[in-house]
């Protein structure tokens, strides 16, 4: 792709964040931050280093730093994308949802369960609303609650998002 648009080209940009986000859904983050990262600098490069398109790979990559244990840059790059989103974006797109969801992984990962509760309730109630409960990203919320109760050593609240889950979970058709 690169040579026949060349290294600057949004549509560059985009498959380098697929490349990334295909990584990462393997559950190779460390994969996934290179990929993430040249496609930042390529919007940066193209004036789309604060556009909305930006804001998904800034999302992916605070997630990938995340599962890396980079706190300190994840929550930068969240804390941008979550600026972007405020200021661009419609409320009802499920990216809010999506970036306040993976900012509550970051209070978790803090051990600030009170306020990563929060953060985490809100986006699994706001993504359900927009994208349903069987979506991917309706599906990876109630995975972040149920890892806070988890951790916060509330197995009733756990339990009852695992319920939740079972629920999400698609149904196999028979042959």
């Known amino acids: 792709m690169k040579a026949s648009l060349g290294t600057e080209h ?3 940009a985009t498959g380098l964040n697929n490349l990334g986000f295909l990584h990462a859904a393997q559950g190779d983050y460390a994969a996934a931050i290179p990929p ?8 940066g490069k193209i004036g789309l280093g604060d556009s909305l398109l930006a804001t998904y790979t800034m999302t992916n990559l605070g997630d990938a730093l995340l599962e890396t244990g980079q706190l300190q840059e994840a929550y930068r790059h969240i804390r941008r994308a979550q600026t ?5 974006s419609d409320p009802a797109l499920p990216q809010r949802d999506v970036i306040d969801g993976i900012e ?6 803090q051990g600030s369960y009170s306020d990563a509760e929060v ?9 359900r609303k927009k994208t349903g409960l069987q979506s991917r990203q309706t599906e990876a919320a109630l ?4 890892r806070l109760y988890e951790r916060w050593s509330k197995p009733e609240r756990a339990a009852e998002y695992r319920k939740l889950l079972a629920q999400a ?3 196999a058709e028979a042959p």
């Open 169 to 171: 979970a698609p149904k």
């Open 143 to 146: 995975v972040r609650l149920i």
């Open 10 to 12: 949004h549509y560059v």
């Open 104 to 109: 509550g992984k970051y209070l978790l990962l």
């Open 119 to 127: 953060k985490l309730t809100s986006s699994f109630e706001g993504l």
């Open 36 to 43: 993430y990262r040249e496609a930042l600098t390529i919007y």
């Open 84 to 88: 972007i989103l405020r200021r661009e």
